[in-house]
């Protein structure tokens, strides 16, 4: 089945902390565990925790991990575009694995993103999707900025490119869960809307059936399904920077440590997610 034709599912988060990450890997894992060929894919990301290949190509270290998850070396094809905050809105720009340019925000929104990061994106994709079976992406903080929403290649205009299903996560430990799936459907195109296959709820504490009247309504207002409601999980992953974090809070494992990791998150996610409405959505 590998080739051009291969599946993508896309995971996109109503904000930063989402879990965006989290899911990815236990994604990966899980149609590894299936007998899928399958692989990592973020367009752009913006890390200060970055993961060196033995070629000496950096990716984000979340994108190392879902590598990992996904039962594959790590590779910069993952992560095409990495940003490296620098502070005062500068950032050293990498691209497949190496230095590019140390850039402003504007300059790299105005004149890298569209032009040069886009195609460049594609491109790695492409090369993903001839090895494999199924290219699992994360997305890159909320698809709803509608700020930057005309140069955001790392959510809904890669999704809208090659008609991309997506799976949107909502954070419910922060608070605010319910609205921010609305919200965030409100504010997308929609265009973008209907790529939008269905959500899920992240970091559950307690009894998931005193949910089930916010989770009625919001299906009702959105016409989309909620496709599971996830435990908080308490696990050692390295985190991706210092706002998200894709595990406990605890000292974080070594390399030698992921896999039974992520052994633990797929089993989770498992539990509480209908792998075969998964599977459904992605068209495998």
């Known amino acids: 089945m590998a080739g051009r034709n291969a599946k993508l599912l896309m995971i996109q988060g109503t904000s930063s902390g989402s879990g965006k990450s989290t899911m990815v890997a236990g994604f990966c894992r899980l149609l590894s565990d299936r007998g899928y060929r399958v692989a990592p894919f973020k367009a752009q990301n913006m890390s200060s925790k970055l993961y060196e290949t033995d070629d000496g190509s950096k990716l984000a270290l979340a994108q190392a991990i879902q590598a ?106 922060r608070g605010g869960c319910f609205a921010s799936i609305v919200g965030t459907m409100q504010l997308l195109k929609a265009k973008h809307r209907s790529l939008v296959k269905g959500f899920l709820i992240n970091k559950f504490r307690g009894d998931a059936t005193l949910l089930e009247p916010a989770i009625e309504t919001t299906q009702q207002m959105t016409k989309k399904r909620i496709l599971g409601v996830i435990p908080k999980i308490e696990f050692n992953l390295p985190e991706e920077d210092s706002l998200t974090g894709m595990g406990g809070r605890k000292e974080e494992l070594p390399r030698e440590s992921w896999d039974w990791q992520v052994n633990l998150l797929a089993k989770a996610i498992k539990e509480s997610v209908d792998v075969g409405k998964l599977t459904g959505v992605v068209g495998l």
């Open 68 to 173: 990992i998850a996904a039962r594959k070396d790590p590779d910069s094809r993952m992560n095409p575009i990495l940003l490296k905050p620098l502070g005062d809105y500068r950032s050293t720009v990498f691209v497949n694995g190496r230095f590019y340019a140390d850039m402003h925000a504007r300059e790299y929104y105005e004149k890298f993103a569209i032009q040069r990061g886009f195609p460049l994106a594609l491109e790695s994709l492409d090369g993903l999707r001839k090895e494999n079976d199924v290219v699992v992406i994360e997305g890159a903080g909320s698809p709803a900025e509608v700020n930057i929403a005309k140069y955001d290649i790392a959510n809904m205009l890669l999704a809208e490119k090659l008609k991309i299903p997506v799976i949107i996560v909502a954070d419910i430990e």
